[in-house]
């Protein structure tokens, strides 16, 4: 079975501060790990991806996220929020072990960026 | 750049009335997916669909629901009698297929279902 825990349900920075958004992920098999993006009304875009190739990776809008297998974790970082990041961030786990390759969510983090 | 699209964007129902949901996946694409957002919750899996089946599906997905891909265009979601608790947003996504390669799936902007 495959798992995620988003550790923070809100997170609040100041523009032009790090972005830091939390994830820890559980997987039975050699995962892939993704980070989303939910603007309001909006549907989910792709912000990055992780696919047993280097651990660090490197996403649209300056987001990048480093895979720790030892700590199982696919933290989300930004050097420097913009008020346009203000949205809602799933990290998403799959695993190859089902022949779908279904996506499971964690709960979210809302991110706010304030002035 | 190619987008998956669904129709409606928002649809209200009856109790019990049945609703299909239309999803047209990205032209090259194999594999398509349903999940679905309760308002506050987290996003679930419902179903995936590749060469005209079903090839997983959640405990959600029981027998009022089911997928159809009529055409080599569309694909869609049926409920056959719509409960209050069905009221969500529906996700439709789709992907490339390449083995177990892990392909990104790519969401379309969801229908908004209210069940009264």
């Known amino acids: 079975a495959q798992s995620v825990t988003q550790l923070d349900s809100h997170v609040s920075v100041s523009e032009g501060t790090p972005v830091l958004l939390r994830c820890n992920y559980s997987?039975?098999?050699?995962?892939?790990l993704f980070w989303y993006v939910q603007h309001p009304n909006k549907g989910l875009q792709l912000l990055l991806k992780y696919t047993s190739a280097a651990t660090l990776v490197k996403g649209i809008n300056g987001f990048e996220a480093e895979f720790k297998k030892s700590e199982t974790s696919f933290h989300l970082t930004k050097p420097s929020a913009h008020m346009s990041d203000a949205a809602e961030y799933f990290c998403v786990v799959s695993d190859s072990g089902g022949g779908g390759n279904k996506l499971t969510f964690g709960t979210g983090t809302q991110l706010k960026v304030e002035l | 750049e190619p987008e998956v699209t669904q129709t409606p964007s928002h649809q209200v129902t009856q109790m019990g009335q049945e609703v299909i949901l239309r999803c047209v996946p990205i032209?090259?694409?194999?594999?398509f997916y349903w999940y679905r957002q309760i308002l506050g919750q987290k996003v679930e899996f419902l179903v995936s669909f590749y060469n005209n089946e079903i090839s997983e599906k959640s405990e959600i997905f029981d027998d009022q629901f089911s997928v159809e891909r009529p055409d080599g265009s569309n694909f869609t979601l049926k409920i056959r009698s719509t409960k209050l608790e069905d009221s969500a947003m529906y996700f439709c996504a789709s992907r490339t297929f390449r083995g177990l390669r892990q392909e990104t799936q790519y969401f379309g902007p969801g229908t908004r279902l209210l069940v009264l």
């Open positions: 032209s090259n694409h194999l594999y």
């Open positions: 997987s039975s098999y050699s995962p892939s």
